[in-house]
C-alpha cells in the first residue's frame, strides 16, 4: 500500500480535526466496536495474551487518534480498547488536558478494567505523544510496571517540548500575565507539565525514565514539528528500543500528526509487541 498527499487527504484532515478539536468522534466511535476494537466481549488468545490499550495525544479522543491503528492491530488478533482521558473545559471531546499525574491514575483505573474484563494478568500500552508521557509516569509512579507487559509511544515525548522556540515565549507570558499561570493550570494542566523545567518532567526523569518488567519501545520522527527536537522522545536508556522512523523507512516523511495515520508506525507497534512480526517499509509522503 503506498500513502500519498492526495490518496489520505481526507483521513488526514479528520486526523488534524481530532488532535485539535477533539472533533467527529461519535461516528468513529459507533463503527469502533464492528472493528473489534472497544469489544468488552473480546478475549485474549494465547499467541497475544495481552489486551492492547491506546492512549491518545494531547487534545485529542480515543476513537478519532486511533481509526486507523486500532482495527490493523486487532486484525492481527490482539484485542484493543481505548479511552479518553483527562477531559476539561473543552467538553468529553478533548482529552489530555488535566494533568497527567491525573490522567495516570484514570489510566491505571481503565487498565484494571481492561484486565477485569478479559481475565488477562497484564496488559500492552501503545500512546501517542503525550499517551507516551503519561503512561510513562503512570508505569513509574502508579503501579504499572507490574500490570503492563509491553509499552510502545510513538511521537514520543519524555522531556518536554520547545515547540519550535516558542516555550520562551509562553514561559514569558506565564510569569508577566497575572493569572495567566492559574488560568492555564485549569485548562490545561498537561500544558504546563510540558514546559521544562518543570516539576513534572523532573520526576519523570529522576533516575531513568523506564524502569524494570515491561519492554519499553519508543519511535520518534525527525520531521516531528511538534516535538522539538523530536530526540525528546529518544529514551536511550538500557532496557529500552528506539526507532527513529526514517532509520527504518527512509521514504517516511511523517511529522507528528500522521503518525496516526502512518503504515510504517503501525508496522512498528506490531512489531513490538510480537517481534514475529516482520514490518515492511512504506513510502509514507505527508510531513504533518
Same mark, same amino acid.
Given at each position: 500500500?503506498?500513502?500519498?498527499?492526495?490518496?489520505?487527504?481526507?483521513?488526514?484532515?479528520?486526523?488534524?480535526?481530532?488532535?485539535?478539536?477533539?472533533?467527529?468522534?461519535?461516528?468513529?466511535?459507533?463503527?469502533?466496536?464492528?472493528?473489534?476494537?472497544?469489544?468488552?466481549?473480546?478475549?485474549?488468545?494465547?499467541?497475544?495474551?495481552?489486551?492492547?490499550?491506546?492512549?491518545?495525544?494531547?487534545?485529542?479522543?480515543?476513537?478519532?487518534?486511533?481509526?486507523?491503528?486500532?482495527?490493523?492491530?486487532?486484525?492481527?488478533?490482539?484485542?484493543?480498547?481505548?479511552?479518553?482521558?483527562?477531559?476539561?473545559?473543552?467538553?468529553?471531546?478533548?482529552?489530555?488536558?488535566?494533568?497527567?499525574?491525573?490522567?495516570?491514575?484514570?489510566?491505571?483505573?481503565?487498565?484494571?478494567?481492561?484486565?477485569?474484563?478479559?481475565?488477562?494478568?497484564?496488559?500492552?500500552?501503545?500512546?501517542?505523544?503525550?499517551?507516551?508521557?503519561?503512561?510513562?509516569?503512570?508505569?513509574?509512579?502508579?503501579?504499572?510496571? /507490574?500490570?503492563?507487559?509491553?509499552?510502545?509511544?510513538?511521537?514520543? @515525548?519524555?522531556? &518536554?517540548?520547545? *515547540?519550535?522556540? !516558542? +516555550? #520562551?515565549?509562553?514561559?514569558?507570558?506565564?510569569?508577566?500575565?497575572?493569572?495567566?499561570?492559574?488560568?492555564?493550570?485549569?485548562?490545561?494542566?498537561?500544558?504546563?507539565?510540558?514546559?521544562?523545567?518543570?516539576?513534572?518532567?523532573?520526576?519523570?526523569?529522576?533516575?531513568?525514565?523506564?524502569?524494570?518488567?515491561?519492554?519499553?519501545?519508543?519511535?520518534?520522527?525527525?520531521?516531528?514539528?511538534?516535538?522539538?527536537?523530536?530526540?525528546?522522545?529518544?529514551?536511550?536508556?538500557?532496557?529500552?528500543?528506539?526507532?527513529?522512523?526514517?532509520?527504518?523507512?527512509?521514504?517516511? /516523511?511523517?511529522?507528528?500528526?500522521?503518525?496516526?495515520?502512518?503504515? @510504517?508506525?503501525? &508496522?512498528?507497534? *506490531?512489531?513490538? !509487541? +510480537? #517481534?514475529?512480526?516482520?514490518?515492511?517499509?512504506?513510502?509514507?509522503?505527508?510531513?504533518?
Amino acid at each position: 500500500m503506498r500513502v500519498t498527499n492526495g490518496g489520505a487527504k481526507r483521513i488526514l484532515t479528520a486526523v488534524i480535526a481530532a488532535l485539535t478539536l477533539g472533533s467527529a468522534a461519535p461516528s468513529v466511535a459507533e463503527a469502533a466496536p464492528g472493528s473489534g476494537w472497544n469489544d468488552w466481549g473480546c478475549r485474549p488468545s494465547a499467541a497475544h495474551p495481552q489486551p492492547v490499550v491506546l492512549v491518545h495525544g494531547l487534545g485529542a479522543n480515543d476513537t478519532v487518534n486511533w481509526f486507523f491503528h486500532a482495527p490493523k492491530i486487532a486484525a492481527q488478533g490482539y484485542c484493543v480498547f481505548s479511552l479518553t482521558y483527562g477531559t476539561g473545559v473543552l467538553g468529553p471531546g478533548v482529552g489530555g488536558l488535566a494533568s497527567m499525574r491525573t490522567s495516570a491514575a484514570q489510566l491505571g483505573r481503565f487498565g484494571d478494567q481492561v484486565r477485569s474484563a478479559t481475565g488477562a494478568a497484564k496488559v500492552d500500552i501503545v500512546g501517542h505523544s503525550e499517551g507516551s508521557t503519561m503512561p510513562a509516569y503512570y508505569l513509574k509512579y502508579g503501579g504499572g510496571a /507490574a500490570k503492563v507487559a509491553n509499552f510502545v509511544g510513538f511521537g514520543a @515525548n519524555y522531556r &518536554g517540548t520547545t *515547540l519550535g522556540g !516558542l +516555550d #520562551a515565549l509562553a514561559k514569558a507570558l506565564l510569569t508577566t500575565v497575572p493569572g495567566l499561570s492559574a488560568i492555564l493550570k485549569t485548562a490545561c494542566g498537561a500544558c504546563q507539565e510540558y514546559l521544562a523545567p518543570s516539576a513534572f518532567l523532573d520526576d519523570l526523569a529522576r533516575g531513568g525514565v523506564h524502569v524494570a518488567g515491561p519492554a519499553y519501545t519508543s519511535i520518534v520522527s525527525k520531521y516531528d514539528e511538534v516535538v522539538t527536537p523530536y530526540t525528546s522522545g529518544v529514551l536511550d536508556e538500557p532496557g529500552a528500543t528506539d526507532i527513529v522512523l526514517q532509520d527504518f523507512c527512509a521514504a517516511d /516523511a511523517s511529522g507528528h500528526l500522521s503518525q496516526a495515520i502512518d503504515p @510504517n508506525v503501525t &508496522g512498528l507497534i *506490531l512489531h513490538a !509487541l +510480537d #517481534a514475529s512480526y516482520t514490518p515492511a517499509c512504506t513510502p509514507f509522503t505527508l510531513p504533518l
